[in-house]
């Protein structure tokens, strides 16, 4: 059986000096091994705090990983009010804050193919604007937690226009616990098993979180996984989806 794994970093801080620094040796050491990494990037906070990150975006794009979009849903009051920090998923807000992010994104000569929702939120717009702008896939739905407000069961699969959901299997401290419990990772598909793993960029800060991550690796290269950007696991998945009406 074909095994391949994913990480992805859910980029919200790349402005912070010693978030960057972090994030930078973990690419330039994945990209040393071949591991491919993808990072959906999120510029509101960057942006709150006028800090032009699109020098670290693209130093990313240029080891080899993939650049996607990661949006929060936050509300008019977010980043203006001191403190205040809320998720409104009403359609006029969910639609500004995807074309703002989107936007972004373009301007600084990216075009992302992948994405996942801040907060795992789930706007009733997302598939058909996500569809509409080109995008291949979508990591918003969780397989390990089932019992989450998604529309349809969280496995693969693929909807009309083309958009591949693929779920998200684990954060870093599951892999650590499916190590020590025994327990078999990732979701089976066809003739493939995968692993979709995430964490925030401000993770790589904790020892900890640091930990997970060797765990996750050397657990995976064990048992004969491949590292691979989200998109082309998707590529690779695509071929035995059913599409879902």
Same mark, same amino acid.
């Given at each position: 059986?074909?095994?391949?794994?994913?990480?992805?970093?859910?980029?919200?801080?790349?402005?912070?000096?010693?978030?960057?620094?972090?994030?930078?040796?973990?690419?330039?050491?994945?990209?040393?091994?071949?591991?491919?990494?993808?990072?959906?990037?999120?510029?509101?906070?960057?942006?709150?705090?006028?800090?032009?990150?699109?020098?670290?975006?693209?130093?990313?794009?240029?080891?080899?990983?993939?650049?996607?979009?990661?949006?929060?849903?936050?509300?008019?009051?977010?980043?203006?009010?001191?403190?205040?920090?809320?998720?409104?998923?009403?359609?006029?807000?969910?639609?500004?804050?995807?074309?703002?992010?989107?936007?972004?994104?373009?301007?600084?000569?990216?075009?992302?193919?992948?994405?996942?929702?801040?907060?795992?939120?789930?706007?009733?717009?997302?598939?058909?604007?996500?569809?509409?702008?080109?995008?291949?896939?979508?990591?918003?739905?969780?397989?390990?937690?089932?019992?989450?407000?998604?529309?349809?069961?969280?496995?693969?699969?693929?909807?009309?226009?083309?958009?591949?959901?693929?779920?998200?299997?684990?954060? %870093? &401290?599951?892999?650590?616990?499916?190590?020590? !419990? +025994?327990?078999?990772?990732?979701? $089976? /598909? =066809?003739? @493939?098993?995968?692993?979709?793993?995430?964490?925030?960029?401000?993770?790589?800060?904790?020892?900890?979180?640091?930990?997970? %991550? &060797?765990?996750?690796?050397?657990?995976?290269? !064990? +048992?004969?996984?491949?590292?691979? $950007? /989200? =998109?082309? @696991?998707?590529?690779?998945?695509?071929?035995?989806?059913?599409?879902?009406?």
């Amino acid at each position: 059986m074909n095994r391949l794994a994913c990480l992805s970093i859910h980029t919200e801080k790349l402005h912070q000096d010693a978030v960057w620094q972090v994030v930078q040796q973990l690419a330039a050491t994945c990209a040393n091994d071949g591991a491919k990494l993808t990072f959906f990037v999120h510029p509101f906070w960057p942006e709150k705090a006028r800090i032009d990150i699109s020098e670290r975006v693209h130093q990313l794009a240029s080891l080899g990983h993939e650049i996607g979009q990661h949006t929060h849903f936050y509300d008019a009051c977010t980043g203006v009010v001191p403190g205040h920090k809320t998720t409104d998923i009403s359609p006029d807000n969910a639609l500004h804050r995807l074309e703002e992010d989107y936007t972004w994104l373009e301007r600084v000569g990216i075009r992302p193919a992948g994405f996942v929702s801040g907060g795992w939120a789930w706007p009733e717009l997302l598939v058909p604007w996500l569809t509409d702008h080109g995008f291949a896939y979508d990591c918003t739905a969780r397989s390990y937690q089932p019992d989450q407000a998604y529309p349809f069961d969280p496995s693969p699969t693929m909807f009309a226009g083309g958009l591949v959901e693929i779920p998200t299997t684990a954060p %870093l &401290r599951h892999v650590a616990l499916r190590v020590l !419990r +025994k327990r078999p990772p990732g979701l $089976s /598909v =066809g003739g @493939l098993r995968y692993e979709l793993v995430y964490c925030h960029d401000d993770d790589l800060l904790e020892w900890r979180k640091r930990l997970a %991550l &060797r765990v996750a690796v050397a657990v995976f290269a !064990r +048992k004969g996984y491949r590292f691979v $950007s /989200v =998109g082309e @696991l998707v590529s690779h998945l695509r071929p035995a989806l059913e599409i879902r009406p």
